[in-house]
């Protein structure tokens, strides 16, 4: 009887830590308006900069989840969106700083998701094992796949994606990031010479649209800007904890 008990609280556990995998580690994301989304847990806050060296604490703009959260990233305009299981759900803040739901725009994938971000404003890459899918919305908020968007195919598991500009997106495998962008006829090519890695290791990495990289080492983050030549650098004194 007591072998059963156990068994039965060994099983009890693990499904407790199963269920609360997704939300222990922290999430950082890039938005417009030079603003820096850190997520833990149910909690998103933002951090503004004047500069792109300084980091402030933005008081009373906090996005808290009523759920377990999976996913957030910025999805265009005022809107983030926030994903728990295959439904990702969208929410609009105003100048106050309150979140709103937007009701009759979520998004609930047919499969599995292991990761989402946002593409060109109106699409969102799907991410599953070594497969990207991209999905489109139109004004009255339906989601259907992408006619323009062929599907990313990688030769392993992808960690993360995120989009940068224009038709290019980055892919992310540990430390390191291979740069994509879509060609004319479709299909995905790879951008040679500009490859991002990190010589440490990798809690979280994200691109802002200034043309530099953050990467996250436990509650460190540290940006990269990118040469000339294609070589990532270091940009010192500007790391910013939180």
Not at 55 to 75: A, L, R
Not at 106 to 133: E, L, M, Y
Not at 157 to 171: E, K
Not at 211 to 219: A, I, W, Y
Request: glycine residues 12%; proline residues 1%.
């Amino acid at each position: 009887m007591r072998k059963v008990i156990t068994v039965f609280s060994l099983l009890i556990a693990l499904m407790v830590l199963s269920k609360c995998k997704n939300t222990s580690h922290t999430h950082v994301f890039y938005l417009n308006d030079n603003f820096i989304g850190v997520r833990e847990g149910r909690t998103v806050k933002f951090y503004e900069t004047k500069d792109q060296k300084t980091w402030k604490y933005s008081e009373g703009k906090d996005f808290v989840g009523q759920d377990d959260i999976d996913d957030v990233f910025y999805f265009a305009g005022s809107y983030i969106g926030v994903r728990q299981g295959k439904t990702v759900k969208f929410y609009q803040t105003n100048k106050k700083g309150e979140w709103n739901y937007s009701a009759g725009r979520d998004f609930i994938s047919p499969d599995r998701i292991d990761g989402v971000f946002s593409f060109n404003g109106n699409a969102i890459g799907v991410r599953q094992g070594r497969t990207i899918k991209f999905y489109e919305t139109n004004l009255q908020g339906t989601w259907a796949p992408g006619n323009r968007l062929k599907d990313f195919s990688g030769d392993y598991d992808i960690d993360g994606a995120f989009y940068l500009s224009g038709s290019f997106i980055g892919i992310r495998k540990g430390g390191t990031v291979k740069f994509y962008y879509l060609t004319g006829e479709g299909t995905w090519a790879k951008r040679p010479g500009i490859d991002f890695t990190s010589n440490n290791n990798v809690d979280d990495l994200f691109y802002l649209n200034t043309g530099s990289m953050g990467v996250l080492q436990g509650r460190t983050i540290q940006f990269y800007a990118i040469n000339g030549q294609g070589s990532w650098a270091h940009k010192e004194g500007i790391d910013f904890n939180f």
